[in-house]
């Protein structure tokens, strides 16, 4: 009896392991199975390339999202990281412990603030400030450098708990070494600390990329969801970051609930697109450390 | 050495972790109710040969054995090992109860082998902790951890545990060696209270420790191949006063090990 | 004494040591005030670097409590009893009268179930993959693969970005006519806990793989069987961290917009018990965004937001206060 009960029970633990592949299973067949018929009819070539996306004309390119997502996430590395790796480095090296107790909870709670909220203080506060700061015509305020700005608060928690781990774990021998040859805690910083981290440091900015181009709804208040391709609003080429955009997520988001056909198709499609860039990301990032840790 | 009255017996019986054999070609009766030691010198499968008799290193990947072991004459490898161990109990080298009350701790393998009365496991934790020669020092509160208890407590405290379940045969993997002196002494006064119900089979790399506490000892060494094997097994006293295998005479004087 | 007097012609020892220890010592003080130099200048570099380090600590600092700050303080203006337990008024369009009580039920309900079918699932598949699969390492060679293949999918499902699941729950829930689901509770929490379950299967399993071996040992030599062992034994130790997981997953679904907005309907309309699985409804974070982006409220907005953010400031102390005080009572305290 006792020996059936236990056969039970494994069984009951397999299949609940086996959940998770199901889902995933589960997740690729549906959506590739609504992206289908898009890729095939429209064809994956001129979707990638296409700067036009006007569904009602069936035209399906989706190439000024891929530029949006693509500039959005380059704005928040350029914002983001160097904040982020300050902090890291501040809180692994430099806080002395009373101010690390502050700072790092800080972090992690701005972690946990939900993306809507970060959405909706974009939207009160940063956006007219984009819009009063820079009087470019064409500025709204709603913009690719209010986006990066969102997404760079967004992704540094993220980078700066994986970069500080990453900078704790160097041996404390390497920096003793380091400061016994007469180094100052800075040059060993620079010169043995970070050297060594790195591995695990590209993998922390990495991962901040790889959320940065999932991020949907802060996005969706701040960027404008521009249509056309971002392109500079005067002479001055940084202002493409004053142009409006739209990134794959919002592009999904803003018109899943009430397209149909090949127009809903279309955008399964585009998460498809969008699962394979973040899925390439990742990989990257995987190899990358790969080689890194080899030398 | 041969006995009349045999509980646990290997014939042949060898060990192997994949392609490497541990344990060679063992052939061994341990008598009923009386205290046998294992000694000899670290990693010579000692412990391993320990964990035989309750089927524990069934727990390993890799494991292979040849032969057979006998506890009253049954294979121990046909049985369900979950019977096994009810009657053949282990205690650790380092005393590990659970993070429960010291109640609780006691009544565990009860309460698993199916007994829910509380008047009944009552019995049963009184009559252990007395057993291990525990009760009165918490006879008070059974509610308080088993954590809370000193390092030799908790070791009484896994033997407690070990004999409410009324194993037949108590293994024992060097209990002493986490103690104080004064709790191995106490613990060695314990075992010999027991053999009076119980077998038990102990090993100890403390010689001192065999030759006082222990009716027989078994010695076993390494061979080239860092096999381990019985060179010799007979009553304590005789072993360690006049040693048959030169080998023997070697360890127990010291010369080595 | 002149340079023009007889000099030697030879130099005596002593002359040439004399001379030497002193070009040694010239040379010497240039190096030293070399070395001082540059050891004051990369003083000067390592102050600059740190200040710049501290800066961005506190900027972090500065940013959390400007958001925070901010949003909280202008929902104050707005968040009231009134405002906690009055339902938003009018249709889509125009909650921009009334409160937010609605959306703190459904945001309840919609948590519940989402752990309702992602907590014990999460867990047993954490019990599997670390108690009963590693014992099968060294037998046949199916149950290894399938493990790592297990493994792989959690992987994925942990990188796979909301709005992705927001899509295949649209799909798989929402768009289904057979299955009659539609924009609801159901289809939420059945999306939802698709997206917590890596979240709860990781920190189950980290929290299992903790447990010390002895306890085990101690277990099954005592004739208990691997599920008694698990069950009674395992699990309690291990319970600190898997509601860790737990909770996290709470705040996960809290926060979590992109998800629900595609799977959860819109309407201000909370559930009328918690089990009107098929009413749908809108959470917080829902109301946030609506608020924000269609109705244009934004004091309701900032209100709404400001709970949110207490809501989840308040999840965070739990987790606190949970595990330190589980983990207390593993040490015998």
Known sequence: MRKLVDTGIRYVLFLSALASVFIVFLILLFTLREALPAFREYGVAPMLTGTVWRPQEDQLGILSMIAGSLLVTLGSVILGVPLAMGGAIFLAEVAPPAVREIVRPAVELLAGIPSVVYGLFGMVVLVPAVRSTFSVPGNSGFNLLSASMVLAVMVLPTITNIAEDAIRAVPRDFKEGSLALGATRWQTIVRVTLPTARSGIIAAIILGVGRALGETMAMIMVIGNSIRMPGPLSQNPLTLFLSQARTLTGNVAVEIKYATGLHEDALFATGVVLFILIMLVNGSARLLIQRGGAE | MEFQDVKLETKAYSLYYGDFRALKSVDIQIPRNAITAIIGPSGCGKSTFLRTFNRMNDLISGVRVDGDVFIDEHNVFAMDPVELRFCVGMVFQRPNPFPKSIFDNVAYGPRSHGIRDRAELAEIVEKSLRGAVLWDEVKDDLNKSGLALSGGQQQRLCIARALAVEPDVILMDEPASALDPVATLKIEELIQQLKREYTIVIVTHNMQQAARASDYTAFFMMDEDRAGYLVEHGPTQRMFTNPQEEITERYITGRFG | ?333
């Not at chain 3, 860790?244 to 309309?269: C, D, K, Q």
């Not at chain 3, 917080?284 to 608020?291: D, E």
């Open chain 3, 1 to 333: 004494m002149s340079e023009g007097t007889a000099r030697p012609t030879t130099m005596t020892r002593e002359d040439v040591t004399f001379r030497r220890l002193v070009q040694l010592a010239v040379s010497q003080r240039e190096e030293t005030s070399r070395a001082k130099v540059n050891l004051a200048r990369r003083h000067l570099i390592q102050r600059a670097a740190f200040g710049l380090l501290w800066l961005s600590g506190i900027a972090a600092v500065a940013i959390l409590l400007a958001v925070v700050g901010y949003v909280v303080v202008q929902g104050a203006k707005v968040v009231n009893l009134e405002f906690l337990t009055t339902p938003p008024a009018g249709g889509l369009a125009t909650s921009d009268v009334g409160g937010m009580s609605t959306t703190i039920v459904s945001t309840v309900y919609l948590v519940f179930w989402t752990i309702v079918f992602a907590g014990p699932l999460g867990i047993l598949a954490a019990i599997y993959l670390v108690e009963y699969a590693e014992e099968m390492e060294g037998g046949s060679g199916l149950v290894p693969i399938i493990v790592s293949v297990v493994r792989f999918a959690v992987e994925i499902l942990a990188g796979v970005p909301s709005i992705i699941f927001g899509l295949f729950g649209y799909a798989l829930f929402v768009s289904a006519v057979a299955l009659g689901w539609s924009f609801s509770l159901r289809s939420a929490a059945a999306t939802g806990a698709c997206l917590v379950l890596p979240v709860i299967i990781r920190a189950s399993e980290e929290a299992i793989k903790a447990v010390p071996r002895s306890y085990r040992e101690a277990s099954l030599a005592l004739g208990a069987t691997k599920w008694q062992t698990a069950w009674k034994i395992v699990l309690p130790a291990a319970a600190p961290g898997i509601i860790t997981g737990i909770v996290l997953s709470v705040g996960r679904v809290v926060s979590e917009t992109a998800v629900f907005f595609v799977t959860f309907g819109g309407t201000v309309r909370a559930p009328d018990t918690v089990f009107d699985l098929s009413s749908p409804g809108r959470s917080m974070a829902l109301h946030v965004y609506y608020l924000a982006m269609e109705t244009r409220a934004f004091d309701k907005a900032m209100g709404t937001g400001a709970v949110l953010i207490l809501t989840i400031i308040l999840i965070n102390l739990l987790i606190n206060i949970v595990s330190r005080r589980l983990t207390a009572k593993l040490k015998g305290r």
